[in-house]
């Protein structure tokens, strides 16, 4: 593993640090109540999607520290993905943790309906080994889907694609120009992602082992810190117990950093050409 160079070891330090500092959501006890009334259950989501997106950067971070860059892109997307989910959900909590629900509740059937089709004697076996505790819940299961469905409506809408939730929530730019970057080159079946290993050769191409020059190698220790800061930042605005103290000041720094690679790396009007919605969160 080559040793990081200044910026991705002051990048690493802090997205560590974001690590440590936010240990409570490991074995975090999310309530089933706040005072009389029930605990909002998109809260109760959003604080399990900044807890998978720190498992995400410790990924991530594994896969660049042993030098396995293209690699960690995927961990990256997942969290850009997760933070576009979280934001969206916490922009009309009431409509779109519906919407979210209703769409679960159909890939739910249509994975049962599937192995129904594909194996119906295992399906059969299935559904009546099923435990006294099992049916219990899967009969409230079955209120909560005839309430949702009350709710929403019989022309119900459907869920939103990511691209429009990111549209949503004033990330449109990012997900344009980060991540459907990292779609192709990371975890789809892409040609991109098949021409990063590929080199011209007198006779040919050249499958290489590492990526070529073609790969743009993103920050990874700094894009992870950041996605992972706004995951805390906005959970713990809905959650005091999860208010994290140290958050603000690795917040500033990790800000800082960005500014400073911005400068470095683009014109000196930057912050002229970029949307205002990028030049807000920065």
């Not at 819940?137 to 939730?165: C, D, H, K, Y």
């Not at 990790?254 to 990028?278: C, G, S």
Request: net charge negative; charged share 25%.
């Amino acid at each position: 593993m080559a040793e990081p160079g200044e910026e991705d070891a002051k990048a690493r330090s802090l997205g560590l640090a974001l690590l440590d500092t936010s240990r409570i959501y490991e074995g975090f006890v999310i309530p089933s109540f706040e005072g009389d009334l029930r605990f909002p259950p998109h809260r109760r989501a959003i604080i399990g999607l900044a807890g998978r997106q720190r498992r995400f950067l410790r990924a991530a971070y594994t896969l660049a520290d042993a030098g396995q860059v293209l690699e960690a892109v995927g961990p990256l997307r997942s969290m850009l993905e997760f933070l576009v989910r979280q934001l969206w959900l916490a922009h009309d909590p009431d409509r779109n943790w519906a919407l979210w629900m209703a769409k679960e509740h159909v890939a739910a059937d249509l994975r049962q309906e599937k192995i129904r089709q594909q194996a119906p004697a295992l399906h059969d076996a299935a559904v009546a080994s099923r435990t006294p505790e099992q049916r219990k819940e899967g009969e409230a299961v079955a209120a909560g889907r005839t309430q949702l469905a009350a709710e929403l409506g019989n022309g119900r809408p459907g869920m939103p694609s990511l691209e429009q939730q990111a549209r949503d929530v004033g990330l449109s730019f990012l997900y344009d120009g980060l991540y459907r970057y990292q779609s192709n080159a990371g975890p789809h079946p892409t040609m991109l992602a098949v021409d990063l290993l590929l080199e011209k050769h007198p006779e040919g191409l050249v499958l290489r082992g590492e990526p070529t020059a073609q790969f743009v190698a993103p920050p990874v220790y700094l894009h992870g810190a950041w996605l992972l800061y706004e995951a805390l930042k906005k959970s713990g605005e809905l959650t005091p117990a999860l208010n994290l103290r140290e958050l603000p000041s690795l917040g500033r720094d990790i800000e800082a950093l960005v500014k400073e690679r911005a400068t470095a790396r683009m014109p000196p009007n930057w912050r002229e050409l970029l949307p205002h919605e990028v030049v807000d969160q920065i």
